[in-house]
Each structure stands twice: as structure tokens, then as C-alpha cells.
């Protein structure tokens, strides 16, 4: 079993910069991707980021592209989003993932964080 707990959202102003963490924990890590989704009320889940284990391969949703950027520490089994120019419209709930392959479907995930809020004022 694996327990991903995410940390670091909060309420930002527009054009500011947050960055979030997942710490995994249970079983070993040796070749889980790690990423991120997000849902905003109303709205269904939908792929942030992606990155392979080794660091090597990232996948980001169109939307975040240039202004997102995530990271992995395989000594702390930590994956970071680093969120820069946030826009109100980023504004949702974001849970941390993981699994063996990389995909940007929420059925490609089977281990899930229970979310952390982040809130972007206009």
C-alpha cells in the first residue's frame, strides 16, 4: 500500500507563485511516476503534470505549460509542483498521484493524496 500526503496550498494573488509537495510513503519506490491533477468546483479532474521516476520524462496539460514545473527527490520519495503566474482559473483542489506508468487519465492512477486547496484571488 501506498500514502501519498500532499502540503503547501493556500490562497495566493494573481501572478503569485505557490509550490506544492507529495511525500509517498508504504511501499518501496523504484519505478513509480509521481504527477498531479486538479479539480475545481463544478468541474471534473483533469491533469496537471506527470514526471517518471528517474526524472528523465514530464508530461504537463496545455494549461500550465510555462508557468508550472515539476520535480522529483528520490531520497525523500517527494514529487514538487512549483506553480509560477498563477491565475485565478488554477484555482481547485490538487491531488497528488501515483503509479507504474505514466498517463494523464484519472484511470491510470491507482494511488491518490486526499488534496490540498489552492486559491488564486483575482
Known amino acids: 500500500q501506498v500514502q501519498l500526503v500532499e502540503s503547501g496550498g493556500g490562497l495566493v494573488q494573481a501572478g503569485g507563485s505557490l509550490r506544492l509537495s507529495c511525500a509517498a510513503s508504504?511501499?518501496?519506490?523504484?519505478?513509480?511516476?509521481m504527477g498531479w491533477f486538479r479539480q475545481a468546483p463544478g468541474k471534473e479532474r483533469e491533469f496537471v503534470a506527470v514526471?517518471?521516476?528517474?526524472?528523465?520524462?514530464?508530461n504537463y496539460a496545455d494549461s500550465v505549460k510555462g508557468r508550472f514545473t515539476i520535480s522529483i527527490d528520490n531520497a525523500k520519495n517527494t514529487v514538487y509542483l512549483q506553480m509560477n503566474s498563477l491565475k485565478p482559473e488554477d484555482t481547485a483542489v490538487y491531488y497528488c498521484?501515483?503509479?507504474?506508468?505514466?498517463?494523464?487519465?484519472?484511470?491510470?492512477?491507482?494511488?491518490w493524496g486526499q488534496g490540498t486547496q489552492v486559491t488564486v484571488s483575482s
Open positions: 498521484v501515483a503509479d507504474e506508468l505514466i498517463g494523464t487519465k484519472v484511470h491510470d492512477y491507482l494511488y
Open positions: 508504504g511501499r518501496t519506490f523504484g519505478s513509480y511516476a
Open positions: 514526471i517518471s521516476w528517474k526524472g528523465s520524462t514530464t
